[in-house]
């Protein structure tokens, strides 16, 4: 059942439709929602098209060099939107999340964008999963008369159970996965959904690397995302690089690693492996909050 966001909480969130250059009053009449008028207005261009939910990154088009198209979904992180579509996160991982600190998504017009597709979420989870299966089936076509596995990470940059909402389920050609915070008794239903994969994310949390463990004895996957001790200086990248290799050649708590910056096809990983992600960006780099597991 899809529960869609009401006005109250929506008005409680009013300033960040004027961000975006939406009076959220001009779609409110006698109390009630013009939802489909306002979700169109969140989703139209400049240039009048229908905004994509789906983009991809540097590291996803890595995966096309082994034939997977991996399409991605971005939208403001954390609680970037006014409403948290990150429920689990860490302040360190909200601090540190790669949604408005590295990379492309530095880049305001990406931030608006994702801003955007987060308050459509919250507008009209129907019309967004709406759009969101069209563009899934899309790019399933596309991958068959190219000859790629079709790939799908739903977050991005967000944590939302997308199998609640049977996206996985209704798309049995495509590949799904994501990395989650969420703890394994929250997700094990996807260990029943053969098409998507989850890669717990170990955080600064005291009991974090605990339930990263019960991922891996369950035949998941887990990720650390890794630096030096030292956590200044001008060497700062080249020293988190050398700790992921390090890791990927020791293994860690008991169980092998692998190399996750290597490409983003995370579903093809050998189980009960951690997944090695080496820091990037200024912040994440400095970060001295515990997200980044320093050696």
Not at 162 to 185: L, S
Request: proline share 3%; charged share 25%.
């Amino acid at each position: 059942m899809i529960r869609e966001t009401s006005l109250t909480r929506l008005m409680g969130i009013k300033a960040k439709f004027a961000e975006v250059g939406i009076d959220l009053d001009d779609f409110i009449k006698d109390g009630n929602i013009d939802r489909e008028g306002l979700y169109d207005a969140l989703m139209t261009t400049d240039a009048g098209n229908m905004r994509a939910l789906f983009g991809s990154s540097v590291k996803t088009e890595k995966g096309e060099k082994v034939g997977v198209a991996t399409i991605v979904l971005y939208m403001a992180a954390s609680i970037m939107s006014g409403l948290n579509l990150c429920p689990w996160a860490s302040e360190g991982c909200a601090k540190a999340c790669l949604g408005h600190t590295t990379g492309r998504l530095r880049m305001s017009t990406a931030q608006k964008a994702q801003l955007m597709k987060a308050l459509a979420w919250h507008v009209s989870k129907t019309c967004f999963l709406r759009q969101m299966d069209r563009e899934i089936r899309s790019h399933v076509r596309k991958c068959e008369k190219e000859g790629y596995v079709a790939a799908v990470r739903g977050n991005g940059s967000t944590d939302i159970l997308w199998e609640r909402y049977g996206v996985p389920q209704r798309h049995p050609k495509a590949a799904f996965y994501d990395y989650t915070k969420a703890p394994y008794r929250a997700r094990r239903a996807v260990d029943d959904i053969p098409n998507y994969s989850l890669t717990f994310s170990v955080s600064e949390r005291d009991r974090s690397v605990e339930e990263a463990v019960k991922y891996l004895q369950a035949g998941g996957n887990a990720a650390l995302v890794v630096a030096s001790e030292r956590s200044d200086g001008k060497h700062l990248l080249h020293d988190a690089k050398a700790v992921a290799v390090e890791i990927v050649r020791s293994g860690f708590h008991g169980f092998p690693a692998i190399d996750g910056d290597e490409t983003d096809i995370r579903f093809d990983d050998p189980p009960g492996h951690w997944v090695v992600l080496y820091a990037k960006g200024a912040v994440a780099l400095r970060d001295t909050s515990g997200f980044v597991q320093r050696f």
